[in-house]
């Protein structure tokens, strides 16, 4: 669930108890420079745009297949160091992942259920689960339905009464037998809250560590710019025998030019 918020969870009102305005909150420097909208939100890197709008009420799959892929982070965009990944969980992960966890088999449990959810950062996830009107607090209600791998989830439906922030040692993006989406590995850690506000230490913390730790730059096809997500996302597609047959019609085409200015050169100097 990373949202800040996403399609699942945007269409919760703003007023909506239990979540925290970006305002109120430290905020990690690479979330910060990020496109916002005018309530203040921070537009995550899987959001679409259309017409120069955020469309927080769609998921971009392709955004998130390039991040996935590229171990970018699908809040803020950069790289993930190595190390876990962190997502935002359900009532009903966050209890499994307490139970796997406090009897010490995380290495043994695998959720092998696919999610349309990519991973993040740690302060950037924890902050997604402080702002995200859903996310935020038991009482929020989801304000839109959705339908995620055939499950109906129904408008209205309240977040239930904790949320977790959990590392994992992996994620990929596969085809399963539901469909394509991220699958994630062995859980290591999890953050519960009940409130947003129960995470702001960790935020505190998370924002330090993950400041010292993060370089790089967001491409544009994870900013504004949906034609160069498709670009992004043919290249990605590319098998290794299209991208040498590209490379090598473009020096074909090179040659070609070089040897018309190399003949033109010639027949000016035999004028
Ligand atoms: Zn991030």
């Known amino acids: 669930m990373a949202c800040l918020p996403n ?30 909208d005018p309530r203040g939100y921070p537009i995550p890197a899987i959001t679409p745009w259309e017409g120069g709008r955020p469309q927080f009420a769609s998921l971009s799959a392709r955004r998130v297949y390039l991040c996935v892929t590229q171990r970018r982070c699908t809040v803020c965009g950069l790289e993930i160091p190595p190390g876990p990944v962190w997502r935002v969980v359900d009532t009903e992960e966050t209890e499994m992942l307490a139970e796997v966890l406090s009897h010490g088999v995380g290495h043994k449990f695998l959720n092998k259920a696919p999610t349309e959810e990519g991973p993040g950062h740690r302060a950037c996830m924890i902050y997604s689960a402080m702002v995200c009107p859903f996310l935020g607090g038991p009482e929020a209600r989801r304000g839109q339905g959705t339908n995620t791998y055939g499950e109906e ?7 239930g009464h904790k949320g977790g922030v959990a590392a ?21 850690e999890l953050l519960e809250y009940e409130r947003g506000e129960d995470l702001l230490g960790a935020l505190e913390e998370a924002v330090i560590d993950d400041t010292a730790a993060l370089t790089g730059t967001c491409p544009s096809w994870l900013l504004d710019d949906e ?45």
Do not use: W
């Open 227 to 271: 034609t160069a997500v498709e670009a992004a996302f043919l290249r990605a597609m590319r098998t290794p025998e299209e991208t040498a047959r590209i490379k090598a019609e473009r020096r074909m085409t090179e040659a070609r030019r070089k040897r018309q200015k190399q003949a033109k050169a010639s027949r000016r100097r035999n004028r």
């Open 153 to 159: 989830i129904p408008r209205g439906e309240a977040r």
């Open 168 to 188: 994992y040692d992996s994620c990929e993006f596969r085809e399963t037998a539901v469909g394509p989406g991220c699958v994630y590995g062995h859980p290591l």
């Open 7 to 36: 399609r699942q969870h945007a269409q919760c009102r703003p007023t909506t108890v239990g979540h925290m305005h970006p305002s109120d909150l430290p905020v990690p420097p690479a979330i910060a420079a990020r496109p916002h």
